[in-house]
Nanobody, 130 residues
Framework: QVQLEESGGGLVQPGGSLRLSCAASGFTLDDYSTIGWFHQPPGKEREGISCITHDGITHYADSVKGRFTVSRDKAKNTVYLQMNSLKPEDTGVYYC???????????????????????WGQGTQVTVSS
């Protein structure tokens, strides 16, 4: 069955780094045009922050641009989110999901879900605190 599983979260001090993993099972990443990363701060709604397309094109929300980097390792069937210069506001649960496409324009990040909508796993908790 198609599944994406997040891991790699933890407790880190402001300015520190973490690398989150999104491991795919039941499908290969090339079968889907886009993998997106989402952040849900405590008490707030889930929001898209980054993505990578089938062609390897990446997009970022302004809140993470220059600090986070999304990449993929086809051999491991895994997408990564490298998180640097972490801030307390980065605290929350991080999710990955597959979708149709994504884009960025004039500082605005766009996420286009697949035909069946987004499917969410458990996510991984990131806490940024001194």
């Amino acid at each position: 069955q198609v599944q994406l599983e997040e891991s790699g979260g933890g407790l880190v001090q402001p300015g520190g780094s973490l690398r989150l993993s999104c491991a795919a099972s039941g499908f290969t990443l090339d079968d889907y045009s886009t993998i997106g990363w989402f952040h849900q701060p405590p008490g707030k709604e889930r929001e898209g922050i980054s993505c990578i397309t089938h062609d390897g094109i990446t997009h970022y929300a302004d809140s993470v641009k220059g600090r986070f980097t999304v990449s993929r390792d086809k051999a491991k069937n895994t997408v990564y989110l490298q998180m640097n210069s972490l801030k307390p506001e980065d605290t929350g649960v991080y999710y990955c999901t597959e979708g149709q496409s994504c884009a960025s324009s004039d500082g605005v990040y766009y996420w286009i879900p697949g035909a069946t909508g987004d499917r969410w796993g458990q996510g991984t908790q990131v806490t940024v605190s001194s």
